[in-house]
């Protein structure tokens, strides 16, 4: 990340390529014992949250990434009623979630408390469902938390993670993938925010077998646009424990009774066509 001349850049030297926004001014800096935490204000949009100088969240596209990472899992599970979210810090996917009725309980284990109290300072729309009653926030190891999760806890497992590097590289591995897979039910789903299908296809295969190998019987990607991240295009990887993935409540996601700014049943059906280097 370079800061210069009021521009916040974000340079992916392996591809050459960058993503830049115009700054009016820092909100917040802080370094937590995990992370370095910055918010700005910026001139198109909205306000900026960076993590180790990388774009976590801005207030104009961040409802897209959230609304991806929730409703469909959501809407493929037969009757979710218990979720998991490890990360998430900023409670914007915490916020979708619940906005499912049927939910019950929506656990969150994020393993830096700086991230959600930036959130609160920085971006009250995202925290407004923490005081939910079926709210549960928690500032932990969330490797170790689903790794002593009694079996058949969840009825989904949701991984809102930074990249694959620092304290979320754990994230990505089989020894992961299998403490989740024994901490769901049958029937039970993990989705996990799987990078960039240009820039990063070899974690999207790599995160494909693991997860295949830890005992899941079929996996998914969606992808979606998201501009602030790296190529402007992203995805989510979904693997199912006794079901299918690719079977969504069509019907139930076309009548949802509250409102998004993203997601439909056409966009989710969509987001399930894969071009031909992806298929490949």
Not at 108 to 122: F, K, P, S, Y
């Amino acid at each position: 990340m370079t800061l210069d001349k009021n521009w916040y850049t974000e340079i992916y030297p392996a591809d050459g390529a960058a993503f830049s926004l115009k700054v009016k001014k820092k909100l917040h800096d802080v370094q937590t014992p995990y992370q370095h935490i910055e918010v700005y204000e910026t001139e198109g949009f909205g306000t900026l949250m960076t993590i180790d100088g990388l774009v976590m969240v801005t207030d104009r596209d961040n409802f897209i990434y959230h609304e991806m990472m929730s409703h469909p899992v959501l809407f493929t599970h037969a009757n979710p009623k218990n979720v998991l979210i490890i990360g998430g810090g900023d409670c914007g996917t915490l916020r979708e979630v619940l906005k499912h009725p049927g939910v019950v309980q929506a656990q969150q284990v994020d393993i830096d408390e700086g991230v959600t109290r930036a959130a609160e300072l920085h971006f009250p729309d995202l925290v407004d469902s923490n005081s939910d009653p079926r709210a549960e926030l928690y500032f932990d190891d969330g490797i170790k938390w689903v790794a002593d999760a009694a079996p058949g806890s969840y009825d989904i497992i949701i991984v809102d993670s930074t990249d694959p590097v620092g304290p979320a590289e754990g994230l990505f591995s089989e020894a992961f993938f299998r403490s989740c897979h024994r901490a769901l039910r049958d029937g039970g789903l993990i989705v996990q925010q799987s990078e960039s299908p240009l820039f990063h296809q070899k974690i999207i295969n790599d995160m494909h077998s693991a997860m295949r190998r830890a005992g899941f019987d079929s996996t998914l990607t969606l992808n979606f646009p998201q501009c602030s991240y790296p190529s402007g295009w992203w995805s989510a990887t979904l693997a199912g424990k006794g079901m299918a993935p690719t079977n969504f409540r069509e019907q139930d996601a076309a009548r949802k009774p509250f409102k998004t700014l993203y997601y439909n049943a056409a966009i989710h059906r969509a987001a399930m066509a894969l071009p031909e280097f992806m298929l490949r």
